[in-house]
């Protein structure tokens, strides 16, 4: 199983960006991708996620500004970052989450994606 972002760069403030997210391989049919960022000196946060029952959900932090969509037939997860500011500088990264049965998980990260946000 692979995953890989796509979409980061330089951006200025009040500006746009759509992250992409693309799992690969023999995947277990339940799971869910979802968007941390981590920004220099700073925890890995969770943004949002998107399961493959079409659920999904963002952090207080995120909502309003940031959208999250899948496309299942490409096993990829968007990301659309609106009205982004300085403060979401930061390494972007998807994590698959997959239900591999009896209470367990399979964990799978992507290498990350950088986004910066200039004042």
């Known amino acids: 199983v692979q995953v890989v972002e796509s979409g980061g760069g330089l951006v200025q403030a009040g500006g746009s960006l759509r992250l992409s997210c693309e799992a690969s391989?023999?995947?277990?049919?339940?799971?869910?991708l979802e968007w941390y960022r981590q920004a220099p000196g700073k925890e890995r946060e969770l943004g949002a996620g998107?399961?493959?029952?079409?659920?999904?959900d963002s952090a207080d932090s995120v909502k309003g500004r940031f959208t999250i969509s899948r496309d299942k037939a490409k096993n990829t997860v968007y990301m659309k970052m609106h009205s982004l500011k300085p403060a979401d500088t930061a390494a972007y990264y998807c994590?698959?989450?997959?239900?591999?049965?009896?209470?367990?998980?399979?964990?799978?990260w992507g290498q990350g994606t950088q986004v910066t946000v200039s004042s």
């Open positions: 391989g023999n995947m277990f049919s339940f799971n869910v």
């Open positions: 998107s399961s493959s029952d079409g659920s999904a």
């Open positions: 994590m698959l989450v997959e239900s591999v049965g009896r209470g367990y998980e399979r964990d799978t």
